[in-house]
Each structure stands twice: as C-alpha cells, then as structure tokens.
C-alpha cells in the first residue's frame, strides 16, 4: 500500500507540473488504462482469506460533448491466499478475467481538471488455482457471475491529448466465496449467510487516458498543428 501510495504522489506532482500551461480539452474517443490495488469486502471468508495482488484494466471510450460516456473493455485481479488466516497451508490465488461495458459522465471543469464518473458492468470468470486442489485431481474451480463496478476517476492533463488519474472502484462479483472454492473441506465457522453473500473489493489506483481529437502536442506549450 506504502509504494502504491508513493506512485500515486508521483503521478499526480507530475501532472500539477503541466497544470499551469494547459488548454481546454475537447475530448471525444479515448484509450484509457488502469492500474490498482484491490482489497476484498463484502463476503466475510473472501475479505479474511484473499488478499488483493493487482488489478489491470484497459478500455476504449467515447464522449459526447455533453459529457455522456459510454466504452467497454476488459479487466483482469489477482487475489493471494492469504496462509495467517486459514487453519491448514493452502497456496495458490483466484484469478478473475472480466469483459464490461461502461456508461458514465467524463468533463473537463477547467483546462486541466476533471472527472470520470461511471460504472463498468458485465461478465467475470474466476478461476481457483490451489495446490489443494490440485492434490484431490482438481486443475482449477471455476466460476462465471455478473460483474457491476461504480468508479471515480479525477483526471489531470498532462499534455492536449492525454491525463493521468486517480482511480477510486468498488467491484461486485455475483457469487458467493466459500472456503472449499480453494480446497478447505470446512466453512471456517462462518455461517450460511455469511458464505452467500457476494464477494466484492475495492481498487484504488492510478490510471491513464490517451485522447484521440487530433490534436498534437508538439511543444510545452501544447500548440496544435
């Protein structure tokens, strides 16, 4: 968390560096990458046994100029058991692939500000791989559920055709995690419930948009060609 915070500084000084020399940006399609930290909630033996390693997520967008957003992409998070808090030694992680679309709000409130607003929703396959699993002929437990994930992003321009952001997402996965997904024959004392209940993290991170407007950055003072 401590080196993903020091990114985060970094990324931002750099953009307040190019604050004062920025234009207004006419946005419409866009290249966006995201890059966080994801930290389980929501269903008790996912929030206490999965500790969150990545989550990467490029995408395609469109702006109108009312500011109406609508993309898609993909997006992959890794989670890492974590051994402190399981009663038996269990390595391995959950890999999650997910493909989206998104419908939002992105403006520019000045020249060099702004917001990403939106929520991304789809489709998400897990996919459980233990060396439990793999002790009882088992290569991988597999799940597919609906994906739904409301996110913020505060935008900073770097150049007249890209930012750099913060990024602030909340993920829902329509499954419940149970701890024989990796192998453990026990519910670890956690109730019915508890185990029901859908798995969900949040990510916080950093992003970059590419801007495709034909504009051109050919000096520090942005002039177009």
Not at 1 to 9: A, D, R
Not at 117 to 134: C, E, N, P, R, Y
Not at 162 to 173: E, K, Q, V
């Amino acid at each position: 968390m401590k080196k993903l915070m020091l990114i985060l500084f970094v990324v931002m000084s750099v953009c307040i560096h190019f604050k004062s020399s920025a234009q207004d940006m006419e946005i419409d399609d866009s290249f966006v990458f995201e890059l966080g930290l994801p930290n389980g909630f929501g269903n008790a033996p996912f929030r206490n046994i999965m500790q969150g390693v990545i989550y990467v997520s490029p995408m395609y967008q469109y702006t109108l100029r009312s500011g109406l957003m609508f993309g898609a992409g993909i997006h992959y998070s890794y989670f890492n058991i974590n051994q402190f808090r399981i009663n038996q030694k269990v390595s391995g992680g959950m890999h999650n692939g997910a493909a989206f679309i998104k419908l939002g709000h992105e403006k520019f409130w000045t020249p060099s500000l702004a917001t990403d607003i939106g929520v991304k929703a789809g489709i998400v396959q897990s996919a459980f791989v233990t060396d439990t699993l793999k002790s009882m002929g088992i290569t991988y437990n597999a799940k597919q559920a609906a994906y739904i994930e409301p996110n913020l992003g505060i935008c900073l321009a770097a150049d007249v055709n890209a930012s750099f952001r913060l990024t602030i997402g909340y993920a829902f996965y329509g499954f419940g995690y149970k701890p024989w997904d990796i192998g453990i024959n026990s519910d670890l004392g956690h109730s019915t419930a508890e185990l029901n209940k859908p798995s969900s993290y949040l990510i916080i991170g950093f992003g970059y948009s590419r801007y495709f407007n034909g504009k051109k950055s050919t000096n520090s003072g942005w002039d177009e060609e």
